[in-house]
C-alpha cells in the first residue's frame, strides 16, 4: 500500500507484531512497518488518529490517494481530499477511526505501542483490540516531525509543580509525561481506574507523588489534597470531558491557578461514540 504524505502529519500503513495484556481493562498493541522509518514524535501526549478495518476486511479502507484533509482535529491540515472520500463511504465500508495517545517509538526495528482500554459493552476499537493479533493491518495518521501540535502537554519555561489528571484513557499520555520528566521536577498526579488491577507502578525521575483513584471520585480526592506551594504551577488534564470541565473550573477558580497555564483535553463524552463526538466539534 502507497502512503501520502503532508508535513507535519502523514500516513502509515502498519499491521500488529503482538499484543500484551497489562490489566483486566487494558491492552498494548504493537506496531511496525516499512513507513515508520519516516515517524517521528518527541513523544509525552503525542496524539494520533488510528483506522481499523470493518469485521470481514483485511485492510481498513481509508481513501488517502484523493489528497489530504482533515478530521477536524489537531492532527491534520485543513482541506477535504480523503477526509470527505471517507465519510461518504458506505456504513459497513468506511474504516473505524478512533484517537489515540503513541505509549512508545523503538527504533532497530521500527515499531510502536498503543494502549487501549477494554470495555463492556464493545466498541469496534474495543472489540478489535481484543482480538488483535500478529499481522492485522490498520492504518495510522501521525506525526513526521517530532514537535508537533499534536503534542499539548507545554508547560511554561518558569513552571514549579506540574500537575496531572487522567482517567484510563490518559494513563499512556501520563505514563509518557512522567517518563520525559527530569530528576527533581515535582509532580502531583491523579489517576483514575475503574478496576484496581490497572494500578501500576510507573517510572519517572521526577519528585512525583501518584494517587490511583476509584472511577467517579477524582474531583473529591483532587479538592481534598494539599498542593505544592508555588506562584506557577502548571496543570494538565485529559479523559472524559465532562470530568475535565469540572477539573478545569476547580484550577482555575478554586485555586486560583492562571487559565493559561492549564492544559485540557476531553479525549472522550460519556454517552456519545467519537463520531458523534466529532459531529459536536
Known sequence: MTTAVAAPFRFFSLQVTRTRRLGPSLVRVSF?????????????????????????????????????????????????????????????????????????????????????????????????????????????????????????????????????????????????????????????AWIEVGDPGNVRDLMTLADAEITWVDAGRSLDAVRAARLPSSAQPYAWIAGESGSVRALRRHFVHERGIDRRRVTFVGYWRRGLTEEQLRECG
Open 32 to 188: 511496525t512497518g516499512e513507513d515508520l522509518r519516516h515517524f517521528s514524535s518527541d513523544g509525552r501526549d503525542q496524539s494520533l488518529s488510528l483506522f481499523l478495518p470493518r469485521p470481514g476486511q483485511e485492510e481498513p479502507a481509508v481513501p488517502f490517494e484523493l489528497g489530504w484533509g482533515s478530521p477536524r482535529s489537531s492532527e491534520a491540515e485543513s482541506g477535504g481530499g480523503w477526509w470527505q472520500g471517507w465519510r461518504e463511504l458506505p456504513d459497513d465500508v468506511r474504516a473505524v477511526m478512533r484517537s489515540y495517545t503513541l505509549r512508545a517509538l523503538r527504533r532497530d526495528p521500527d515499531e510502536i505501542d498503543i494502549d487501549f482500554v477494554l470495555h463492556t459493552p464493545a466498541g469496534p476499537a474495543s472489540a478489535w483490540a481484543a482480538r488483535a493479533a500478529a499481522g492485522d493491518r490498520v492504518v495510522l495518521l501521525g506525526p513526521a516531525i517530532a514537535d508537533n501540535r499534536a503534542i499539548r502537554f507545554r508547560p511554561p519555561e518558569d513552571t514549579g509543580p506540574v500537575l496531572l489528571w487522567g482517567d484510563e484513557t490518559a494513563l499512556p499520555a501520563i505514563s509518557s509525561i512522567l517518563e520525559s520528566l527530569p530528576s527533581g521536577q515535582r509532580v502531583r
